[in-house]
């Protein structure tokens, strides 16, 4: 199984501040990487998919990069409702993988 | 709207059954692959099986396998979970989620349901 890892497991940063998340894959998957965010008691919404493409109505302030085993999630410009947890997801192949995820709290 | 609502969760005791309801409406369900995803509390985010769009083809995670089962019925636009077998260790939050392909599946998750809790407790 393709195991995920993402650094860090938690950070603090403030409004208006760039922020970045990084998913390491223990094998090349290619682009096939997607990221997630998450709200307490919500169910998870997808922000990124093939590493760097932004779905659908997701703010242009989140962007995403990389290939091969490493990879970035970036939000340039943290807005309040940006806090959350965020996860990394291999789309390579089955059995799916997640990254444990990184909570963004507010400082 | 497009949606998915979980339903059938609840509390059950180790060894014991449950089935996991997910109901589609406002998309052509039977054109999508469908996903299961699980969180135990406090816990990340675990993907549990897939179907494909006629039922034809699953796959299941190793911790699960022989113990759920993931079926369909497009004339119902439902998507279910049979869970047997249950552990303590199964207790999370069960999501549906759908792959936004229509054609060859792209193993990410474009739409989710709200989830349904399964606790195992004696």
């Known amino acids: 199984d393709i195991q995920m890892t993402q650094s860090p497991s938690s950070l603090s940063a403030s409004v208006g501040e760039r922020v970045t998340i990084t998913c390491r894959a223990s094998?090349?998957?290619?682009?096939?990487l997607s990221w997630y965010q998450q709200k307490p008691g919500k169910a998870p919404k997808l922000l990124i998919y093939?590493?760097?493409s932004l779905h659908s109505g997701v703010p242009s302030s989140f962007s995403g990069s990389g290939s091969g085993t490493d990879f970035t999630l970036t939000i340039s410009s943290l807005q309040p409702e940006d806090f959350a947890t965020y996860y990394c997801q291999q789309s390579y192949s089955p059995p799916l993988t997640f990254g444990q995820g990184t909570k963004v709290e507010i400082k | 709207e497009v949606q998915l609502v979980e339903s059938g969760g609840g509390l059950v005791q180790p060894g014991g059954s449950l089935r996991l309801s997910c109901a589609a409406s406002?998309?052509?369900?039977?054109?999508?692959?469908m996903n299961w995803v699980r969180q135990a509390p406090g816990k990340g985010l675990e993907w549990v099986a897939n179907i494909k769009r006629d039922g034809s083809e699953k796959e299941y995670v190793n911790s699960v396998k022989g113990r759920f089962t993931i079926s369909r019925d497009n004339a119902k636009n439902s998507l279910y979970l049979q869970m047997n077998s249950l552990r303590p260790e199964d207790t999370a939050v069960y999501y549906c989620a759908r792959d936004p392909s229509t054609g060859d599946p792209t193993w990410h998750f474009d739409l989710w349901g709200r989830g349904t809790l399964v606790t195992v407790s004696s």
């Open positions: 093939l590493a760097s």
């Open positions: 406002g998309l052509s369900f039977s054109d999508y692959w």
């Open positions: 094998q090349t998957i290619s682009n096939y």
